[in-house]
């Protein structure tokens, strides 16, 4: 079965900076791989998802993620971070042959300070 | 227009009780999923739906039982409330395989006194 594993429970970032938010995935091939963004009190927007393709994948709302095989990973990155970015983020994999669902990692808060 | 759109937004209800929790979506998607998100927002997939038929059921109790009238509306009922079922519930919908996302409605918070 598929795994995600989101290392980090929060990361604090001072606006204006940069930010890299990591996904580690276990899939035996190719996996479908995403990052969805959850506002207080709010459902789950679809940020970005990789299937096949460029390994650089853009998303909405100025994110970008880069899926590594070698690396079994799916980063997600913005170069400049806003107050309004401040939220949880999950990574999620579903595997890409037939019927599965999307399974979650624990997710990440992201704090921004001013 | 909302998408994917559930009902009710909050639930207070005492233990033992039975309560449903509605959701239907306007995307013309094929499949639904409920999903349960704990309180350290860990997030679990329950059941899932394609075109009304029930294809995955994952380990949830059979107090837990979901329906599909149509292939746009997944509901969820609960029979006999616990407290450990108090959780905030989603329900989403894809297009086949889910390959292209799913696409979540906004929860509804379940609280079991």
């Known amino acids: 079965a598929q795994s995600v594993t989101q290392p980090d429970i929060h990361i604090t970032v001072s606006e204006g900076a940069s930010l890299e938010l990591r996904c580690n995935y276990s899939y035996g091939a190719t996996p479908y791989l995403f990052w969805y963004v959850q506002s207080p009190g709010q459902g789950l927007q679809l940020l970005l998802k990789y299937f096949s393709g460029d390994t650089l994948v853009q998303g909405i709302k100025g994110f970008e993620a880069e899926f590594k095989r070698s690396q079994s990973s799916f980063n997600l990155r913005k170069p400049s971070v806003h107050w309004s970015d401040a939220a949880e983020y999950f990574c999620?994999?579903?595997?890409?042959?037939?019927?599965?669902?999307?399974?979650f990692g624990k997710g990440t808060m992201l704090l921004v300070s001013p | 227009d909302t998408a994917v759109s559930q009902t009710p937004k909050y639930l207070v209800t005492q233990m033992g009780n039975d309560k449903s929790i509605k959701c239907e979506q306007n995307?013309?998607?094929?499949?639904m999923y409920w999903y349960k998100q704990d309180s350290k927002k860990f997030l679990k997939i329950m059941f899932s739906y394609n075109n009304k038929e029930l294809i995955i059921n994952e380990t949830v109790p059979n107090r837990f039982s979901p329906k599909s009238p149509d292939k746009a509306h997944l509901n969820l009922h609960i029979n006999s409330l616990e407290l450990g079922d108090s959780a905030v519930y989603f329900c989403a919908s894809s297009q086949g395989d889910g390959s292209y996302g799913y696409t979540f409605g906004s929860g509804t918070r379940l609280t079991v006194v």
């Open positions: 995307l013309g998607h094929d499949t």
């Open positions: 999620a994999v579903a595997t890409s042959r037939g019927y599965s669902t999307l399974t």
